[in-house]
């Protein structure tokens, strides 16, 4: 897995809420004109994520990160987002256990985009995680 992880440090039940995130809300037109103005470091768009269709949830770039901001994708996760931006546990999991949810579950409804190649380790992993119209539009080409 790239960079860092977020990983429990005691049981957690299925159904317990995890965190809950926070951050600056933008609608999704404002991205261009923020990645153009504030620093890329500062700004950090790999710790976006959707929380509406249209709204964009950024991690607090004037204060720094939450720990909620290192919470990984996984094609096999053990958690998801409810609410949009409660993060809860959908099975029970062990002390030690990586904590991560399905991304494409929350960001694949708009028009930002972003790709990576998972490296989330589970059997039935899909190889690319790739949110964004252009990706939806192949999708719905291979399947017609
Ligand atoms: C919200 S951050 C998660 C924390 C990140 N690992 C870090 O250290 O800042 C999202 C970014 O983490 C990386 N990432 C998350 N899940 C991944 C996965 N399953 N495989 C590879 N990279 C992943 C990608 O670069 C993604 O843009
Ligand atoms: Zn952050
Ligand atoms: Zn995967």
């Known amino acids: 897995m790239e960079g860092k992880g977020v990983y429990s440090v005691r049981d957690i039940k299925e159904g317990e809420v995890i965190g809950v995130f926070g951050g600056i809300v933008i609608p999704e037109e404002e991205i261009d004109h923020l990645t153009r ?72 409804i708009g028009n930002w985009s972003y790709e990576f190649k998972c490296q989330c380790g589970s059997p039935n992993c899909k190889g690319m995680v790739q949110v964004g119209p252009q990706y939806r539009v192949e999708a719905n080409a291979i399947r017609n």
Do not use: Q
């Open 37 to 108: 103005t504030v620093p890329a470091e500062k700004l950090n768009i790999d710790h976006a994520m959707y929380i509406y269709p249209g709204f964009l949830m950024l991690h607090d770039y004037e204060n720094g990160c939450d720990p909620l901001c290192f919470v990984n994708h996984s094609c096999d996760p053990s958690s998801k987002i409810t609410n949009g931006i409660i993060l809860i546990a959908i099975r029970d999991i062990a002390a030690g256990e990586e904590v991560s949810w399905n991304y494409k579950e929350t960001d694949d």
